[in-house]
């Protein structure tokens, strides 16, 4: 258990994860210091200890025994160059004082579908469930509603796992593929933090790994416990969830039985077939029923802003899919959509290449023509004009994409937004970027723009 108690503490980053930090230690009578470079971070803020504020305010934290990174700095941060007591997180305390049974997931995409699939189907089966980590708001004082009956899901990303020194119970690992080469030195740093979710495991844990997963080898090799691959049929093993055909089988050994099917699914895509299966292997290592899992997959609807249908309108289909910020997800939500496509690309790079979604694009015959638009947009759009593409158009800003798409659909067409790149070139996050696009999409369908 992380010891908190009479420890000099730092916590670098003010944001969501310190502010629960913070209202953690003020009802626990524990102080500590809070550093941040914005002066409204503390607008409000009610701390036991000490706000310090400056572009440089944490270069020297060689006094503190714990100090507490938000996952928004990397541990390569200059400011935590002399640091020479403990480097942790709201993560790893989190972990150190849940009572309950704690599934980890992570992977670069379709962490979010996944964990709220397993909180979904853990809630048909009548447990106490909590959503939290990347997706979910972390507030460390609920965690004394809790027993040791209730189960945590906790969507984590490669920022939150980096160095954290433990893992959860049941781990789930989706497929993992370059992205955050922005933050993260190399890949290989990105891959390693990603790994922590097994890593430190028991011999009586899970790891839960997608076959497709492009690091496979390297995983098993990471596994210290137990291990359930999920996938497509051709990658069924002697244990796992795979589907076949339109059915959701479990193998253990020669045992096998049916999950669910294709009719007990409301969401779209082969990714997200991908997420239900590593979502039900992940609730049989919890021990719940099958017909608790058909009902929690039945009742999922899917979240905001990953394929999500917001109006169809002038024969018209609008899908928001903000939430795809790299090329391999923006491919994904190509391929599940059917029927004629405009596609609205674009944003900031983190430093990935987009070659392999150009080629998706190419051999996509429903795609009727490509925006892009943003600090990327020039960059893929030159891409296309290399590999004589013509369905295209390079566009500044955001909403001058949007009145070029609707300029260009016909009935029958869908508009889908997925940038597979960052928003902040032009919003703050990608929930921002959706909630503009939904906002586009209302005006146009009560009178086109």
């Known amino acids: 258990m992380l010891e908190i108690k009479n420890k000099k503490i730092a916590v670098v980053g003010f944001g969501r994860e310190g502010q629960a930090l913070a209202a953690y230690f003020y009802a626990n009578h524990i102080k500590a210091d809070y550093f941040d470079q914005n002066e409204s971070a503390f607008t409000n803020a009610e701390v036991l200890g000490r706000t310090i504020i400056g572009p440089h305010n944490a270069s020297d934290l060689s006094s503190y025994d714990l100090i507490f990174r938000s996952p928004g700095l990397s541990p390569n941060n200059n400011v935590f160059s002399k640091v020479s007591g403990q480097m942790t997180s709201l993560t790893e305390l989190f972990i150190s004082l849940w009572p309950g049974k704690l599934v980890g997931v992570t992977g670069t995409k379709g962490k979010g579908t996944t964990s709220s699939l397993i909180e979904s189907i853990c809630r048909a089966s009548g447990y106490k469930v909590l959503l939290v980590g990347n997706i979910g708001y972390v507030d460390l004082l609920t965690i004394n509603e809790f027993d040791n009956n209730a189960i945590a899901i906790m969507e984590m990303s490669s920022f939150q796992l980096m160095k954290l020194g433990s893992s959860p119970g049941i781990a789930v690992v989706l497929d993992i593929t370059a992205d955050h080469l922005d933050y993260h030195r190399d890949l290989d740093e990105y891959v390693n933090a990603k790994l922590e979710i097994i890593k430190h495991q028991q011999q009586s844990d899970w790891a839960i790994i997608t076959a497709s997963n492009p690091r496979l080898a390297l995983i098993k090799k990471s596994v210290q416990g137990q291990m359930m691959l999920v996938g497509q049929a051709k990658s069924a093993v002697s244990t796992g969830v795979w589907w076949l055909d339109d059915k959701l089988m479990y193998r253990k050994g020669t045992h096998v039985l049916t999950i669910l099917s294709d009719k007990d699914v409301t969401i779209v895509g082969i990714h997200n077939k991908i997420n239900i299966a590593a979502a039900a292997a992940a609730a049989i290592c919890l021990g719940i029923e099958i017909k608790s899992i058909c009902r929690g997959v039945a009742d999922f609807k899917g979240l905001p802003q990953r394929l999500e249908h917001i109006a169809t309108c002038h024969g018209v289909k609008f899908i928001n899919d903000s939430a795809s910020t790299n090329p391999v997800t923006a491919a994904a939500a190509l391929k ?70 609707v300029s260009t659909v016909q009935p029958g067409d869908t508009i889908l937004l997925s940038p597979a790149a960052a928003s902040f070139d032009e919003f703050n996050n990608s929930v921002e970027r959706g909630k503009k696009f939904n906002h586009l999409v209302h005006e146009y369908c009560r009178r086109k723009f």
Do not use: S, W
């Not at 190419?362 to 892009?372: G, Q, S, T, W």
């Not at 566009?395 to 001058?400: A, I, L, N, R, S």
């Open 336 to 405: 599940a959509i059917t029927g004629p496509v405009v596609m609205l690309i674009g944003g900031r790079n983190k430093g990935l290449n987009y070659a392999l979604l150009v080629d998706e694009m190419l051999r996509a015959k429903h795609l009727k023509h490509v925006i892009c638009y943003g600090e990327c947009g020039p960059e893929i759009g030159e891409m296309l004009r290399k590999k004589n593409y013509r369905e295209y158009e390079i566009v500044t800003g955001f909403f001058g994409a949007m009145q070029i798409a």
